[in-house]
């Protein structure tokens, strides 16, 4: 410290000698931060939980033929969400997200979704433990995977889209005492399991599902009394394979669902990349205002652009 400038060294030991007071104020700091966050979190989970009610009690009415597809999350969820909408539809990859044909039960909650516009047969997906599940007339479909395999998976799902900063091991600790988004996988996989056997429950497990895609898809047919002609078959296989869903990640991914929701249209970012956009979709007075204001600020620095007629000559995307 002896070798900083002078200023510096003032400077450095006054910021030493304020410690006892700069550690009082962080100290009162952190225990209001965890004031108005305890706060914000109890508050939310009483939204949360008049939601749910909400959800449960009055704006959900059973059909015979509804389908609630569950998993504990990193499962298999959305593999079986795009087997059943393959079964129950022409199979036509012209939905923005799998959601739109096939909602997540508790979101619904949320995004205000009417779910008797939908047609019967609805799928739902959903996360909720058995306890909490509505148990009616209808058919239910668990997927429980390998709870080692869905806590790597689910590490991963932190990272990439709950902005998770821990290593594996404090997520896997978590994880193991349950301290993760819908709880324990444990207590999850084992009170669905004990419903296995009743006639309107099919448990099956994805490491059965990657073994044997098309006996497991047979099951499903079974449980829910579609009528799959059997030419469909190969099609459908191929369209639940991974690398087809690879392919369309996009309209599986959970950020694209968020996106949707909030009224965003993911599939725009990388647009057209054409040069002469502006030009067709500005009107005759845009384009005065705009020439107006570029002539005043940037011609006289001799920074110009090619306009389309240019372009078309060239190539469009300046390489
Ligand atoms: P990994 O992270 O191990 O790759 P969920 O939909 O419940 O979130 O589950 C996600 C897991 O299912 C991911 O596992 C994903 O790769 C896997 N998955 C999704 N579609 C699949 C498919 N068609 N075949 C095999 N696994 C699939």
Redesign the pocket.
Known sequence: MKDLPRGLLIKARIWRALFPLRWVLSAQLWVIGRVVQGCSVALFGIHVAIDFVRLMCLDYTARPDDVFLV?Y???????LQMIMYQLTTDGSMDFQHIAEVCPWFERVAMNRRNLDAMPSPRIFKSHLPHIWIPKRRCRYIYVARNGM?VAV?FY?FHKSHLRYRGTFEQFFNRFMRGWVVWGSWFYHVSRWWRYRNQPNVLFLKYEDM?ADLEGCVRRIIALCELDVAEERMPEILRR???EF?KEHEEKFDFATEVMLEKGFTPDTFIRGGRVGDGADRLDDEQTARFQSKYKRCVAGIGLTFEDAADASTGDAHGK
Do not use: A, N
């Open positions: 998993t999350p990193r499962s298999g969820t959305t593999w395999d998976s991963g990657i639940c394979s991974f869903m």
